[in-house]
């Protein structure tokens, strides 16, 4: 039994081991960079830190978040020791869900998620997809 | 401190640390005395002591360490064992050592003390016989009584104190003179130890000793002090900020008070970083005679500015750099003895390097008095292997061509050597010291020789960089690459901004300053500005203005690295086609951004890379006017970029950007008459005058102006003045619509926005002047 921290994006539900999670920040100032690639959202200071913050929805090729929408960044630990910042559209709650609700992602899985995607939960009435952090903060795996 | 004194100065500290480690491991030696390792150890310290002391002539000190060595060595050879009387007689040594260290010290001698009777003891070990225990109990008694009491023998001979040399293992052979030699000695140097010790005390009290003033610290315990330093520096940024807006008196009092304090420590963390320049060059004298020697060559290496002191970082940095132009100095600058009196110059060649300080930069110059560059054969090396082709290496004056040497693939070693010429080096010696923030520059005179000059950035960490900002973007440029700063109202960017074709330049004080516009270069949404901010930077040994929204502000900033989603942004080819018009030159991946940083307000801001942004917008660095974006690429012919003139009858002609060094107005009166030629004085030269109309074959001449409009033309050194009647515009063309039509003077014509312009052929323009020398002769 793992626990998750749970997001969403477009109406999907994502999970990510709590593990891999630093912080959650609201209401964060990015600074854009630009020429950058589209998945990246801007640049946060983090205490000091600077972070850089990916759109978590163009890296999944998702429609883009309305203007002014809210969003929140999810800090979260890179294989290399370091953090990186994927922005989401709302936090979730912590989840527990038993090792045998898991299941290879279905075939209606779009292919740009099924890429980042390593297994799908079965909730009582949805599913929590559960994102591959360690994929989805490699830069490139997009193009 | 001069350079003696330095290096006593270290000897001393890095001794003091050895004899500690000494102490400790005589003692364990004697409790584990088969143990090679530790005996190995001793000796090497004694070794490193007696080789110090003897290269700087400090007799007693090296007598002294020297039989303690050769009594190390026969231990560690097994040829006598150790004994508690030996350890005794060892530690002595040290204890010799360590006072003979203290004197020299405190009064840069060594002192009255000569330890002779210390000495022949050794040296009597040394010929066979075994140390007297009492001998070194009595006069010695604080530093030895531990291990006498330890040793039952010694107890037992303590009755006779006058005997010093017991041969308690009596071998047949054991010499009875140099025994008693010893005895006489031995009392004035007890009588002198005592007296010794309360003076050493005073001393202690009055000034610490070196050992104890420094201390050796851990790089990375600096990096992360400095890191710690650049947080706080912020910090304090944002809380400057804060105040200013407030009317708290105390509070601001206090912001002050940690202003002050936290820039002493940003001070004071960075002079701890600092390390002399010598630290490198100390290599250098090596490198030169294995080198010169090598060669058949003599160098004498002259340095001048050993003191000068730069960050650990940056010193790291210039290291491969200088060694590689201090090689190529004497591998292919200064010429063999035979060479060099053939051409009146002394045998020995000199070079010289100087390190200083000056506008908050290290400068660094390597002089050699050798064959110097020759442009021409750099030029027709460059053509040669295909870097450019031969009209544009005709172009460039002698200054430029011999930086040619810092083109990837260049070389011009006509023999490669296992010294250098490889053809690879300078490129990388340029890449290596521009990465740092410096830039390199390089002058030579043929037959002379040749002048290096490297400036780099004290520091890395924490720099003044000009807050900008594009868009409702902030970015910062490091002042290092700031040269001043232009501002135009709406009326005046109309007149003072000429752009044609994208390709928009400015008359800074008469010379074509090529215009970048950030947004454009960012991709960021065009905007009519009402004023136009243009900071002139310099990169790559050129200039040029980068248009913002606006300058807002300088500040220290601490560089921080992009992360690595950053490093490699795609270029402007890889980019999505913006409205298919413009097809920018093809950038490499490297990125614009030199880092980020948190500004005063807690917001990330990114910084710029002055030198990549001019690549990003096409600018080469061969050419200082070469500005701008290509424009019709697609027709296959590179698109050029000219000067628009018209001439007295209404001809419009056209000459090439790269040839015109500046744009002029001289007033007619300044024109003189040398020879058969029409002359003017131009920055302590004497520039000739071409009427543009008389090379065109007109008819026009000017009537009645009372200002001439000069375009002061460049063909390697030689400078002439074209008078025009009118300077149009700078338009970039691929010149395609094309004829060979022309009134003798040009290189046909063409159709330039929409008139029929015809091509000056500078060459042409050239021909018919006498050279500058010839000219400053005549008049």
Request: hydrophobic share 40%; glycine share 8%; proline share 5%.
């Amino acid at each position: 039994m793992s626990q998750y921290c749970t997001f969403t994006l477009d109406r999907h539900l994502f999970g990510v081991p709590v593990s891999s999670v630093q912080e959650v920040l609201r209401a964060q100032g990015l600074t854009r960079v630009p020429l950058a690639h589209e998945d990246i959202a801007g640049l946060l200071n983090l205490r000091g830190q600077i972070v850089t913050s990916l759109e978590l929805r163009s890296r999944l090729g998702l429609e883009p978040r309305d203007e002014g929408a809210p969003s929140v960044n999810v800090v979260v630990k890179t294989p290399d020791g370091g953090v990186v910042s994927l922005v989401v559209d709302e936090i979730g709650d912590v989840l527990e869900p038993s090792r045998d609700s898991f299941e290879t992602p279905p075939d209606t899985v779009p292919t740009t998620i099924r890429d980042l995607v390593t297994q799908v939960c079965k909730l009582d009435d949805h599913l929590m997809l559960l994102l591959d952090t360690e994929r989805a903060v490699t830069p490139g795996g997009t193009s | 401190m001069d350079g003696l004194e330095e290096i006593i100065g270290e000897f001393l500290v890095e001794s003091h640390e050895n004899l500690d480690q000494l102490d400790r491991d005589l003692i364990a030696l004697e409790r584990d005395p088969s143990s090679t390792a530790l005996l190995a150890s001793v000796f090497r310290t004694i070794h490193t002591i007696k080789g110090t002391s003897g290269f700087l002539a400090f007799s007693v000190l090296e007598s002294v360490t020297h039989v303690g060595e050769s009594l190390l060595a026969r231990l560690r050879d097994g040829e006598i064992a150790l004994t508690p009387g030996l350890t005794s007689l060892l530690l002595e040594v040290v204890d010799a050592v360590r006072s003979l260290l203290t004197s020299i010290e405190h009064s840069g001698n060594e002192g009255s003390e000569t330890y002779d009777d210390l000495v022949a003891r050794l040296s009597a070990v040394l010929d066979g016989q075994q140390p007297a225990e009492p001998a070194a109990a009595a006069p010695v008694a604080d530093a030895v009584e531990g291990i006498v009491q330890a040793t039952v023998e010694a107890v037992e001979v303590t009755d006779a104190p006058v005997t010093p040399v017991t041969p308690v293992n009596p071998e047949p052979v054991v010499p009875v003179a140099p025994v008693l030699e010893v005895v006489p000695q031995l009392e004035p140097a007890a009588a002198e130890a005592v007296v010794q010790a309360p003076v050493e005390e005073d001393h202690g009290e009055g000034r610490r000793s070196v050992a104890d003033s420094t201390i050796r610290v851990d790089v990375a315990l600096l990096d992360s002090l400095m890191n710690m330093v650049g947080e706080l520096v912020l910090t304090r940024n944002q809380m400057q900020q804060r105040v200013a807006t407030r009317e708290d008196v105390e509070l601001a009092r206090t912001t002050h008070r940690l202003n002050l304090v936290a820039g002493e420590l940003q001070e004071g963390v960075m002079k701890m970083r600092l390390q002399q320049i010598d630290t490198l060059w100390s290599k250098l004298p090596r490198v030169v005679r294995d080198l010169s020697m090598q060669l058949g060559k003599t160098v004498d290496l002259v340095l001048h500015g050993r003191e000068t002191e730069l960050d650990k970082t940056i010193l790291e940095a210039v290291r491969d750099p200088l060694t590689h132009l201090v090689r190529n100095s004497i591998d292919h600058g200064i010429e063999s003895p035979a060479d060099r009196e053939a051409a009146g110059k002394p045998a020995t060649g000199t070079l010289s390097m100087r390190a200083f300080h000056e506008g908050g930069q290290v400068n660094i110059e390597i002089v050699d008095d050798g064959a110097g560059i020759d442009p021409v054969k750099l030029r027709d090396k460059a053509v040669a292997k295909g870097l450019m082709d031969r009209e544009t290496a005709s172009r460039l004056n002698d200054k430029e061509s011999v930086n040619l040497i810092f083109t990837p693939g260049f070389s011009t070693a006509e023999g490669v050597t296992n010294v250098s010429g490889r053809g690879v080096g300078m490129d990388v010696v340029r890449t290596n010291i521009e990465r740092i923030g410096g830039a390199i520059d390089l002058t030579s005179e043929p037959g002379r020789g040749t002048t290096v000059r490297i400036r780099i950035p004290l520091t890395l960490a924490i720099i003044p960089a000009l807050v900008v900002a594009a868009a409702s973007n902030r970015f910062a440029i490091p002042q290092a690459n700031l040269l001043e700063l232009v501002r135009l109202d709406a009326t005046q960017a109309a007149t003072a901004i000429e752009t044609v074709h994208g390709s928009p330049v400015y008359r800074l004080r008469g010379r074509l300053l090529p215009l970048v516009d950030l947004r454009e270069q960012l991709d960021l949404p065009d905007v009519e500005r009402e004023t136009t901010y243009i900071v002139v930077l310099k990169a790559d040994n050129q200039q040029y203005g980068l248009v913002v929204d606006d300058i807002l502000d300088t500040e220290e900033i601490v560089v921080k690295p992009l992360g690595h989603h950053l490093r490699n942004l795609p270029g402007a080819s890889a980019a999505p086609e913006r409205s298919g018009q413009r097809a920018r030159q093809a950038v490499d991946t490297e990125t614009v951004y030199a880092g980020a940083t948190i500004m005063g307000d807690g917001a990330v801001a990114l910084i710029l890379d002055a030198t990549a942004l001019a690549r990003r917008a096409g600018m080469s660095p061969e050419s200082e006017l070469g500005a701008g974006t290509v424009t019709g690429a697609e027709t296959g012919e590179a698109a050029a970029s000219i000067l628009l003139v018209e001439l007295g009858d209404g001809r419009r002609a056209a000459i090439e950007v790269s040839a015109v060094d500046r744009l002029e107005e001289i007033e007619r009166g300044r024109v003189e008459r040398a020879g058969h030629h029409e002359v003017v004085q131009y920055r302590d030269q004497i520039l000739p005058l071409v009427r543009l109309d008389h090379v065109l074959h007109g008819d026009g001449g000017h009537p009645g102006l009372s200002t001439l409009q000069v375009v002061v033309c460049r063909q390697g050194e030689q400078r002439a003045g074209v008078v025009v009647a009118a300077i149009l515009d700078i338009v970039e063309t691929t010149l395609d619509t094309r004829t060979p039509l022309d009134s003798t003077g040009g290189a046909g014509s063409a159709v330039v926005s929409g008139h029929v312009t015809e091509l000056v052929d500078i060459s042409q323009v050239f021909a018919g002047l006498p050279s500058a020398d010839r000219l400053a002769r005549t008049a």
